[in-house]
């Protein structure tokens, strides 16, 4: 038997709970395997779906953590980088994260072809630990198969509303713009116009 034989399933236990028998039977949870098509996942097998829910749980154990963490020390600063949040054309919400502005450039490029044109709700300076950190505050919004989207609802908007387009990150908003108007959509960032000293047709 050769290695092509070998077609791996996912090892992700759900338990499902099982009604009694008899009125005075208790219901039993009982273990079931997941089984879809998976790949190696560190050290266990998984399906896409389920490597994004334990993805998921990581990022809310340090969420949870970094969180704290601010609230002893509010001055500390954020890792390098830069926390996007965008609206996406079904209303729904990304909250990812990019190093640079180059990087910057290519997310939002890879975002357009997987979800279509996008508005700019908020470009932060902060990296890896501000978007744990919101990942973890929202995490009743997210929809687990998909990574890192979220439901949308009024605080998450208005929050994201706040936090602006930081300055260093405005090239690769305006080459998103511009990208997109060139495939016929006019993107909206309504925080744009909100930065003093930017005159509004920038
Ligand atoms: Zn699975």
Aim: aromatic residues 10%; glycine residues 8%.
């Amino acid at each position: 038997m050769s290695n092509h034989d070998i077609s791996l399933v996912c090892a992700w236990l759900d338990y499902v709970t099982v009604p009694g028998f008899d009125d005075d039977d208790k219901p039993t949870k009982v273990p079931v395997q997941c089984r879809q098509p998976a790949e190696i996942a560190g050290t266990l097998v998984l399906c896409e779906r389920h490597r994004a829910v334990r993805q998921e749980g990581r990022d809310n154990d340090r969420g949870r953590l970094l969180l704290r963490y601010r609230a002893e020390y509010p001055d500390a600063p954020f890792l390098k980088g830069f926390t996007y949040v965008l609206r996406l054309s079904d209303g729904r919400v990304k909250i990812g994260k990019s190093d640079r502005v180059d990087t910057l450039k290519e997310r939002f490029k890879r975002h357009h072809g997987r979800y279509g044109a996008f508005d700019i709700l908020a470009v932060i300076d902060g990296g890896e630990d501000l978007e744990m950190m919101l990942h973890w505050i929202f995490r009743k919004l997210r929809i687990k198969e998909l990574g890192e989207v979220f439901y949308s609802n009024g605080p998450l908007i208005s929050l994201m509303l706040q936090g602006d387009i930081a300055p260093a990150a405005l090239p690769a908003v305006q080459w998103y713009e511009g990208y997109a108007l060139g495939q016929g959509f006019e993107v909206e960032v309504p925080a744009l116009y909100a930065i003093p000293g930017l005159p509004a047709s920038h």
